[in-house]
Every structure is written in C-alpha cells, then in structure tokens.
C-alpha cells in the first residue's frame, strides 16, 4: 500500500500554504491537477486510461475530495497502475482481487471514498467471481473498469470482452468466444449505478464518474479506452462516430427494464458496423449500503470493533 504523497511525490512535509488551511480548519478547492503525483505515467501515447485519469481528477476537483480521506485500489494490468499518479492513498494489490481488498478498506473505514481502477481482463476474468456479490451488497464503492477489450500489459491476449474474431498473441485464427455484455451483467447481479462512458470525451465521462462517486451504493463505469498498441480494431477513430448519448431520451433511471433494453444493444455494433454503441447512465436507484446494515447489526447486538477475544474464549469454553 502507498501512502499520500504530500508534494507530488511520496514524502516530504505538506506545503506551507496546506498546514497553514489546516491549522484554521479550512480546505481550499484543489485543481484538478494538484490531485496528480509527480510521478509521470508510463502507458503507451495515445492510451484512453490517460483520459480516464484527467476524468478522476476533474471529479474529485469538484466534488472537492480531500487526498487524505480517499483511496484507490486497483489489480494488475496497464489501468491498475492508475493510483501511482494520484496525490490520494493507493493499494496496489493481486490480479483480480482488488474488489475484496477495497470492500475491506470500506468495512474497516466507511468514512473514507473508496474506488477502484480495474482492467476489463482483471475485473471480468479471474477477478469476476467477485463483481455479483460486491453489486448485490450494495457495497458503497465506485469501480471503474477501463475497457479495451485486449490484455495489453502481457501483449496482446483477448479479454472476456474481446469481440469475436479478434486476434491476439494466443489466438492468431481469431477468437471464438462471444464478447461478454457487462452492462447487462452488472444489472442482472443488482448493481444500483450502471453507466458507461467513452475516454474520447474526457469531460463526459469526468461528470458520469462524479455522479457515480456521489452515489450512494455500488456504483459500475465501464469506460471505453482504447488501446493504440495492441487494440487496433476498437480505436477512438472506430467509436467517435458510433457514440451516442442516450440520457436525453432515458431519463428515469429507476427504469430497470429500460436500462436493460439499452443496455443489450451495447454489442451490436460487433456485428453490424452502422450501430450505435451507447454511452450515459443506464440505471441508478437508491437502496440501503451494506456498511449501514452492518452497523446496524453492530448496535443491535453490542458489538465493537475491538473485540476481547479472551472473554469470547471464555464464554464458550466446555
């Protein structure tokens, strides 16, 4: 896990003008930028995660999220290197296991903002047994996915949402496996946010990921980020004149049968060029958080986070 970096980088004490608003219990609006470390990213030129990134940022800016009181967990991959250019507290953890640590940090510290930065081979590969159980506790996290349909850190292996046909490094023929629909997916196991964005329009995608913040409950992104290296099918070239907004015409979001139809012409364009491909927030309902149902449960029954365990061996002993 890596701490805040104060300065940009990962120590060092805070600026003067910093310790001094502090000193007088007062926070002034960050930028967007100063929610960036000093360390430089290393994804390819062209990447749609950069994109992703400055849609963070403009997010946090506005909502005006204090660094010291936000993390993001992320898994393995190109995306998952995402929380090394952030000013916020990061965990960089296994592949495919960064839901269950980010669900930890939030059982253990609900008051902080918690989010997670994923690959759509760590989330919906070996990271996807854990998506339905973290959407149906209603967990309030915000994941999002950074979509570009190939593994790129290990060169070019096709992903869960890989379309079909796709060649890769393993499947030089072309794959024959169907592309996974995630949207509807995450609708079928309860996610009460679902929304999906495009990393061509950086300032759209930046206001669906503070809206998803500002939920409160599980709340899914996936962003389409193209990949310039090993992706050269599904390009921003490819998706800008295919991109529509459908919040104009979708505007009660508790309509679940109406996310659901959108939601499942979100491939079509994988099969016949002239669809469209859908971009906005398909569904969003407000549901009790899991973390509120556990403490809850803690009041009823007397519990505390610091347990005697020696009284508990105690009780129950024969």
């Not at 600026?15 to 926070?27: H, N, Q, T």
């Not at 991109?243 to 016949?272: G, P, Q, V, W």
């Amino acid at each position: 896990m890596r701490g805040r970096d104060r300065e940009g980088g990962f120590s060092g004490e805070k600026p003067k003008k910093e310790m001094i608003m502090e000193a007088l219990d007062v926070r002034l609006q960050l930028k967007p930028k100063e929610y960036r470390s000093s360390i430089e990213p290393t994804w390819c030129a062209g990447c749609g995660d950069f994109a992703v990134t400055a849609a963070i940022c403009n997010a946090f800016s506005q909502l005006n999220v204090n660094p010291d009181e936000a993390i993001i967990v992320s898994g393995i991959g190109c995306s998952s290197r995402l929380p090394l250019w952030m000013r916020t507290f990061g965990f960089h953890s296994c592949h495919g296991r960064a839901l269950p640590v980010a669900i930890g940090i939030k059982l253990a510290r609900p008051e902080l903002l918690v989010m997670v930065t994923i690959g759509d081979g760590d989330a919906f590969s070996i990271g996807g047994g854990h998506l339905p159980h973290a959407a149906r506790r209603n967990i309030d996290i915000t994941l999002v996915v950074m979509d570009n349909q190939i593994y790129a850190l290990t060169k070019k292996q096709v992903s869960p949402t890989s379309r079909e046909g796709m060649k890769g490094s393993t499947t030089p023929y072309g794959t024959i496996d169907s592309p996974m629909n995630t949207l509807t997916m995450m609708l079928t196991y309860g996610a009460t946010f679902v929304a999906q964005a495009f990393a061509g329009n950086p300032k759209v995608t930046g206001d669906i990921i503070k809206q998803a913040i500002e939920h409160k409950g599980f709340s899914f992104v996936n962003i389409l980020s193209p990949c310039p290296t090993f992706n050269t099918v599904d390009t921003f070239d490819y998706y800008r004149p295919r991109i529509y907004n459908f919040d104009e015409t979708h505007r009660d979001k508790r309509d679940r049968m109406k996310a659901f139809e959108i939601a499942e012409s979100a491939l079509n364009h994988t099969i016949n060029p002239d669809a469209k491909v859908p971009v906005g927030i398909f569904y969003k309902v407000e549901k009790p958080v899991y973390e509120s149902r556990v403490a809850g449960l803690k009041g009823k029954y007397h519990g505390a986070d610091i347990t005697d365990l020696k009284a508990i061996y105690n009780k129950f002993r024969t």
